[in-house]
């Protein structure tokens, strides 16, 4: 008999005999290799002899692995934790396979692939971000599979993920609108609450408020968000306030700001204030029933008031909603004046109370009276002063008012009158140059509307504002040394004043303490007059002879003859009522004296020659032009143009004045001016040039006749005024 003996699991398996010697061992049971890999058996076969006799051979059998078992996930029941607004690895599968071989090899795989991934270790991995304020929790499903070639197994396994917050918001105020509180609310008062969310977390307690800018009237608990207030409210002083909130989160990496409106409620609080106390009133007796007299006016600073007029006299009555007060009862025999009453008003929680006195007085109905004097002002009154008073006179109150019978609005604009004293003042500069008299027309009315009218006249008194000023300063006439007549007026100067009146009538008079022999000014026109003192004028031409003869040793046959100059000096002034205003200007006069040669028939070819000379000038300068072109071209003879002078200086304080103008040459390489001095001659008012710091000869600069202002060939013009030859004898004056 064979048999299987011995072997491990030997119940497993027995030895059946299929055909003669030949047998095989087939298995009792199911075996599986993830149990028993592998079993040893022992095959015992034996005769039936006697004594039995066996033999014993021992067998290994290996179990084949089928894939008969699925990978097992060991943490499927496990959540993993993962932070928002990250990505990577969250998780790693835990899994296995009872098989072996091909059949035990694990491939990992998940089902959403655009959020996650996972490696053949089993990590998985977080591709895109969550967000926790959008999702709180997740899962994600991952499959692990064998590699069976036949029959492949797999198991699945869904994954919690749990999101964790992290702070990536910043809080968001609730806006509360227009918070209103009322101006009467004690101290530390609720005003409002502030409210806050932050969705990165449910807890509100973590949140911070805070003020910005200015709390010195509101403040805000930090947690709890209480705005209240620090001082008292009065809405009359300011109605309306503005602060500016903050709220910051746990971490205080973030916040956000509000502007917050609060407007302050009025509440009746203050009381009504008349605008005018007390109320004083005059009134004829015979005013009529009904007559308005006043209106009181009052005025509450709390809003939505209403103001209610009372009054308690049997005489008058009030409206209380307008406050206009009016007559109730006849006035005429009241008992006693002024008449006194209590006026109220009333804003339904607080009264004030003033007072109204009205004076009665006797009126005997007639219009009034109206006098004035004479005014008259300066034109140097400051604005605002007083021309004068115009009266009114009337047994009832009287109000004055001005007209004008012009429509000039100038005019009308230079005088106001106070309309209770009739007080006339001025509002303009007044001008007496343009108006020395204003019109003006005083009115006076009563209250009964009857009036009557004065006319004021104003008379504007001068001042003496401007000085009289010359025509020019420098005056110059022409006479002889022997006259005829008494006097001979050889000149007049003449001079103007802007003002008007006598401020604006002249006098002229010489200046010199010391006046000048044989001259007279005329005070009223300024004429310069001559008078006959031939002795003395016969001295004065010797003299002035002897004198230039000194200074000059040649005096050319073409010079006038001898002359003598008379400086005068003149003064014009003003004549104000006040010689203490009085202005006043100065000229200068030159008069060139000449000898009297042979009476009036010589003045009279004098006359004639002076025709001629004009003719002969003429002629003359066609000659210079032409003969000085050809001098210049042929033997390069100096060009000299002449600057006129346009002032006289005392240089050296030693009475020589000295001019600035003089010749200018053309020609290079020589000094370009020929300066001219000036020097008086003592006690005489003659005048000496002498050309002096010259390049050129006298031949080159020729001699000097520059009476009428022409040249000859050898004659440049080189004396202006007053005129001087160039070797120093006085030449008559060129107009």
Known sequence: DISVDRGSYS????????????????????????????????????DHGSPVRSKEVQFKLVVVDENDNKPSIDNCDQSFTVPENSVGKVLEVKASDKDSGRNAELLYSVADTVKYSVDQNGAVSVKTKFDYEGTKSTTVTVTVSDNSAANPLSSSCDYKLVITDVNDNPPSFQDPGLVKVKEDVERGSLVTT???TDVDTSDASKLTFALLGDSSVFTVESTSGAVRNLVLLDRETKDHYTIECVVYDSDRLHNDTLQIQIQVLDVS???????????????????????????????????????????????????????E?????????????????DVRVSDGRFITTTTLSVNVYKDDGQPPLVSQNGMKLSEAAKVGSTAGKCTGTSSSPIRYSLSWDTSNEKYKSVFVIDGESGSITTTGQ????????????????????????????????????????????????????????????????????????????????????????????????GEIIQLKQQSENRRRRSLSSEVLSKRSAHVSSKTTGQFHTVRLNVTVTDSPLNDK???????????YVYPYEGGSNQMVLIGAAAGGAVLFLILVVV?????????????????????????????????????????????????????????????????????????????????????????????????????????????????
């Open 581 to 591: 205003d009085r202005r006043s200007n100065d000229a200068t006069v030159y008069v």
């Open 623 to 735: 000659v210079v032009v032409v003969v000085l072109r050809r001098k210049r071209s042929k033997s390069g003879s100096k060009d000299l143009t002449y600057v006129n002078p346009t002032a006289y200086t005392d240089k050296d304080g030693n009475g020589r004045l000295v001019t600035d103008g003089g010749y200018h040459s053309s020609e290079r390489g020589k000094e370009d001016n020929i300066n001219i001095v000036m020097k008086e001659i003592s006690g005489y008012g003659d005048i000496q040039r002498n050309v002096i710091h010259t390049p050129y000869s006298a031949d080159e600069l020729g001699e000097s006749t520059a009476r009428h202002q022409y040249t000859t060939q050898r004659s440049p013009l080189i004396t202006p005024h007053p005129l001087i030859s160039a070797s120093g004898t006085r030449l008559p004056l060129t107009k």
């Open 430 to 525: 007044l001008d007496y140059e343009e108006f020395e008299n204003y019109l003006l027309i005083c009115n006076v009315t009563n209250i009964h509307g009857q009036s009557s009218t004065a006319t004021v006249t104003v008379k504007v008194e001068g001042s003496n504002e401007f000085a009289p000023e010359f025509a020019k300063t420098v005056f110059s006439f022409d006479t002889v040394d022997h006259i005829d007549s008494e006097q001979k007026v050889v000149g007049k100067v003449e001079a103007s004043d802007a003002d008007r009146g006598n401020d604006g009538i002249l006098q002229f008079f010489f200046s010199d303490e010391v006046p000048v022999p044989g001259w007279t000014i005329k005070r009223s026109t």
């Open 325 to 341: 007060i009016s007559i109730a009862s006849t006035l005429r025999g009241v008992p006693s004046s002024p008449l006194t009453t």
């Open 11 to 46: 119940e497993r398996f027995e030895y059946e005999v299929k055909q003669g010697d030949i047998g095989q061992i087939v298995t009792k049971a199911v075996l599986d290799r993830e149990d028993t890999a592998s079993y040893t058996l022992i095959i015992r076969a034996e």
């Open 194 to 196: 502030l409210k806050a």
């Open 269 to 323: 609080d203050t009381e009504p204030v008349f605008l005018r106390t007390p109320y004083k009133v005059e009134l004829s007796e015979l005013a009529p029933l009904n007559k308005v007299v006043a209106k009181a006016e009052a005025m509450d600073q709390d809003l939505g008031d209403t103001l209610t007029f009372s009054i308690s006299s049997p005489y008058f009555q009030i409206a209380s909603d307008t406050g």
